[in-house]
């Protein structure tokens, strides 16, 4: 198939990409590249790990090397592994990785092998759909102390939406609640949590967001008995409707400190959603679950939809933590149980 190459600028750097008009509807297409969703989970990664310095990085499924190459030019990550099962689109890295002259190696395997065969301080897992079948790989390759980047886009069973494929592929019986879009990365990150372990490794979370179809975990793995007996701890369950589903992630999913060092790094070459998930990462409460306040006002009938800084305000005059959060424009975070959100909602609109 005849392939069309066209210069695409992202981040701060400019590389030869197929054109992303055609190449990120589907999976078939020769080298994949997707401009919008993934850009964002690309601008998160990239500021994410200039704070985080790891040695190295291995880009395990790199598609054009866009990653690799902007860890190298962006993060200052300086030794970047580059891997695609995919002859065309390794040709494809190369070629982007050469112009930024990156400290590079290049691998044309499965990543399971290349990870089996390996180490590595960082591991950037970008897969089709669910990273379930990589997963055990990545957190046996990663070096302790270093970190693991997991994206996820099969939303379906991350969100609860289909139970069974979700006990399938990561072993969890679900429910969709109204916070869905923080439950996917609770089920990612409880899928790392086991992977890494089953490896003797304990996690630590670095930053975790979704953005349309994206999920994506980001943690530190550490070999460390104690480390995975604090994290058996913050496995739990979640409720909905009075009944309990999981096992989920119920620790914090953000280190505050990393994502405002993130923020402070953020400039105009950056997507703008980039900044807000880094600005929301670094004040988010370590509460499980949000309201949805849209689906609140239509169950209290209100006539319409109250201010969210009045909402907001009247939650922390009453003495709880209260925020926006990353996950969707119409969650508001907050430690107050139902009974009292309802009220302080039903306040808000009489104001
Ligand atoms: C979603 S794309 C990666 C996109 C890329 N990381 C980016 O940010 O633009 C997934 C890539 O994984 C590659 N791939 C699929 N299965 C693989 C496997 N088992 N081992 C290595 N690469 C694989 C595909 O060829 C494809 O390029």
């Not at 701060?12 to 055609?22: A, D, F, I, Q, T």
């Not at 601008?43 to 291995?58: G, M, T």
């Amino acid at each position: 198939m005849h392939l069309d190459f066209v210069p695409y600028r992202e981040g701060k750097v400019e590389l030869s990409v197929p054109n992303p008009e055609k190449s990120w509807q589907s999976a078939d297409v020769p080298i994949f590249f997707n401009p919008r969703a993934a850009r964002v989970n690309r601008d998160v990664s990239a500021l994410i790990l200039s704070v985080l310095q790891p040695k190295d990085v291995l880009d395990g499924m790199t598609a054009t090397g866009i990653r690799g190459v902007r860890y190298f030019v962006e993060s200052g990550i300086p030794q970047v592994y580059f891997n695609d099962l995919n002859k065309t689109a390794l040709q494809l890295a190369r070629r982007n990785a050469e112009k930024y002259h990156v400290n590079a190696q290049f691998f044309n395997d499965d990543f399971n092998l290349v990870c089996l065969r390996n180490r590595f301080w960082a591991v950037d897992l970008d897969p089709f759909g669910s990273p379930a079948p990589f997963i055990w790989s990545a957190a046996r390759t990663v070096r302790s102390g270093g970190y693991l980047l997991v994206s996820a886009t099969d939303t379906r069973p991350l969100s609860g939406a289909s139970p069974k494929q979700a006990l399938a592929k990561y072993g969890t019986i679900l429910r969709k609640p109204e916070w869905y879009p923080e439950l996917m990365a609770r089920v990612l990150y409880f899928l790392v949590f086991h992977a890494a372990a089953v490896h003797g490794k304990g996690v630590e979370p670095i930053i975790a967001f979704t953005y349309e179809h994206h999920v994506r975990v980001v943690a530190r793995l550490r070999e460390k008995p104690s480390l995975i007996t604090k994290n058996t701890a913050q496995i739990g369950f979640y409720e909905v409707d009075g009944k309990q589903y999981g096992p989920i992630w119920t620790g914090p999913l953000q280190n505050k400190d990393l994502a405002r060092e993130a923020l402070q790094r953020w400039d105009q070459d950056y997507t703008k959603v980039s900044r807000k998930i880094l600005a929301l990462a670094s004040k988010e409460p370590d509460v499980l679950g949000y309201y949805n306040v849209h689906f609140w006002a239509e169950r209290l009938r209100l006539k319409q939809i109250p201010r969210f800084d009045a909402i907001i305000d009247s939650l922390r005059e009453r003495g709880f933590v209260a925020e926006r959060v990353l996950w969707s424009d119409k969650g508001i975070k907050t430690d107050a149980d139902e009974k009292t959100f309802a009220e302080v909602l039903l306040g808000a609109a009489t104001d």
